[in-house]
């Protein structure tokens, strides 16, 4: 019966009551539609890392604390005799979508044309696995990364940086928009190409490898792991942004093949494995599995999950859950300053009324629960605004495509509020409004309760 009547007085008190449960759902609003983002960041850019590094890395061990120092010291020993230890356990062979090599080298890229030289930092592919880790969509967003480009070109191609491009004076030659290539002084011209071309020559057979191609030329040279400079001849397939303008101003990605002949000749040596798992849900379980077997087999190799490797994902996330949180809480305090003030502002539109109802003998706390009724039924009709609201705004904005790029992407990413794809956040936000327009009513109806019956006959 309660609940009929606090109904009725909502109905009654109609302007003030939609006021209340306007501001609710504003703020309700706003924290699913945020929350909804942050779900999104969690699933599309743990996606996209996946994409481009797997779920879980095989590195050998010490590999994260003092491979960055003595790369050499820590690669992993035939790479092709791992992989194919880890294919042939059926668990892994049912789960995992992907075990492909990588290897992580540095050196110096010069151009003949140009006279430019600089240090670069390169990462040797197999071009088609990991066009296929690309199209890797876990948890199904409809998010597919696009192809390297690496395998519309010959063994000898390359990707290089925006960045790299415009300092190696390449900008022209691979028709890249928007891209102005470094100047060039002639009188440094004439050293640079005499400096270059004679290292070069020293390389037998060199020359001939760029005789014939129509694609700008580049000569990578890096240490082998002899300590010997070895120096190769490769074509520039295309010029793509990196997420990190450091990164972009030296980045050359290569085929496997490429970088291993560059450092270890016929060595089966790769920095890392990295597996991509089907299934996400599953990667702990594989995890486990993979280590399980190395630690079985005697070798020194540790396995790790990518945020291990790279933090910049946990990075991510934590940033914008910190910022949900203090939206969160700014909102909560709106939202609870709002009810206080429409139930005193109601309390004392209806101190007569609390003195009759008290006269006709109703206990005080049948006064304190029928407000506290009226004050939960306009957190719930605010909650119903929010959620309402919040599914109409979603699919609106959804159906856009807007696009923002993350911190640790090149590419960017499709704008998705999935409101309704983590359910237990969206029935906490509903469940906090009530709540909150619950406890935020306990101290006004409290002192309502109190009232002297007498006083509150008279003050009407």
Known sequence: MIWKIALRNIFKNARRSTTTALAIGVGGLAALLFGGFVTSIWYGVQTSMIQEQGNLQVYRNGYLEFGAANPDAYTIENWDQVAALLAADPMLAENLAVIT???????????????????????????????????????????????????????????????????????????????????????????????????????????????????????????????????????????????????????????????RSLLYGDSQQATTLMLQVADPAKVDAVKARVAEILTGAGLDLSVYHFTEV??????????????????????????????????????????????????????????????????????????????????????????????????????PLTVQLMVLDNPVFAASVVGALIALALLAAVLPTFKAARLNIVESLQRA
């Open 101 to 259: 090599p990588r290897i992580d080298l540095a050196g110096v890229a010069g151009n003949n044309e140009t006279g430019n030289s600089k240090t670069f930092i390169g990462t040797g592919i197999v071009p088609a696995q990991v066009d296929q880790m690309r199209g890797w969509d876990g948890w199904k967003i409809g998010q597919v990364a696009p192809a390297t480009g690496l395998a519309a070109g010959g063994s000898d191609s390359v990707i290089v940086g925006l960045g790299m491009a415009r300092m190696m004076g390449m900008c022209a030659a691979l028709s890249v928009p928007d891209c102005q290539d470094a100047p060039v002084a002639a009188e440094d011209l004439v050293v640079e190409e005499q400096d270059f071309t004679s290292l070069v020559a020293g390389e037998g057979g060199l020359s001939d490898q760029s005789a014939g191609s129509e694609k700008p030329q580049l000569n990578v040279m890096a240490a082998t792991s002899a300590g010997v400079p070895n120096i190769a001849r490769v074509s520039i397939e295309a010029a793509q942004a990196q997420a990190v303008r450091a990164v972009d101003n030296s980045f050359v990605m290569m085929h496997f093949e490429q970088a």
């Open 310 to 411: 790279d933090p910049t994902f946990e990075r991510i996330f934590g940033m914008f859950s910190f910022m949900f949180v203090v939206i969160a809480f700014v909102l909560s305090i709106v939202i609870a300053f709002t009810i206080v003030n429409t139930i005193s502002m109601t309390i004392v539109e209806r101190v007569k009324e609390i003195g009759t109802i008290r006269a006709l003998g109703f206990r005080k706390g049948f006064v304190q629960t029928l407000f506290l009724t009226e004050s939960t039924l306009i957190g719930v009709i605010g909650a119903a605004i929010a959620l309402g609201g919040a599914l109409a705004v979603a699919n609106l904005v959804n159906a856009a495509g807007l696009q923002w790029t993350p911190p640790s992407n090149a590419t």
